[in-house]
C-alpha cells in the first residue's frame, strides 16, 4: 500500500508556496530548478506528494532558508511562523507586502496600515451584518 501523506507534508507544501511566492518564482521556474515538472511542483504545494530529503534540501537552497523553515520547531509545538505562511498564502498578500516595504517614508506607511486595518474592520462588519461568518470574510 503507497504511504499516506501527511499533515506535516500539507505544511511543508503551505510553506514552499508563500516562500517560492515571496522570492516571486513561478512553480514552472522552481520546478526547472530541481528538475520537476510545474505539475509536480503543484502536488508538492497542496502536500499531495511528499518532497524527498535531497528534493527539499534544493528547494530551501534555492529559496535561501534553512530546511528547517519548512518544519515544526523543536520543542514539538508549531512555531509563531504558521500564522506568517497561512497569511502569506491569502491572494495577494505578497504583493501587498511587497508594494508596502517600498513604500520609505515611514508616516506613509502607517498610514496605509491605518487603512489597510480600517478596510479590514469594516469587511468584518459588513460580514456580520450580512451574518456571514467573520473568519471567512478575512
Do not use: W
Amino acid at each position: 500500500m503507497p504511504k499516506q501523506t501527511t499533515e506535516v507534508d500539507r505544511l511543508v507544501g503551505v510553506r514552499i508556496t508563500a516562500l517560492r511566492k515571496a522570492k516571486g518564482l513561478s512553480q514552472t521556474a522552481l520546478g526547472n530548478a530541481v528538475g520537476v515538472t510545474f505539475q509536480q511542483v503543484q502536488k508538492y504545494e497542496k502536500g499531495q506528494n511528499r518532497v524527498g530529503a535531497g528534493r527539499l534540501r534544493e528547494i530551501a537552497r534555492l529559496l535561501e532558508v534553512p530546511v528547517s523553515a519548512f518544519f515544526e520547531d523543536q520543542a514539538g509545538g508549531e512555531t509563531g511562523d504558521d500564522n506568517v505562511f497561512g497569511f502569506l498564502s491569502a491572494q495577494g498578500a505578497i504583493e501587498l507586502l511587497r508594494a508596502y516595504v517600498q513604500i520609505e517614508d515611514e508616516q506613509l506607511r502607517r498610514e496605509v496600515l491605518t487603512i489597510v486595518r480600517s478596510a479590514a474592520r469594516l469587511g468584518r462588519h459588513a460580514a456580520a451584518v450580512n451574518g456571514e461568518d467573520s473568519a471567512a470574510a478575512e
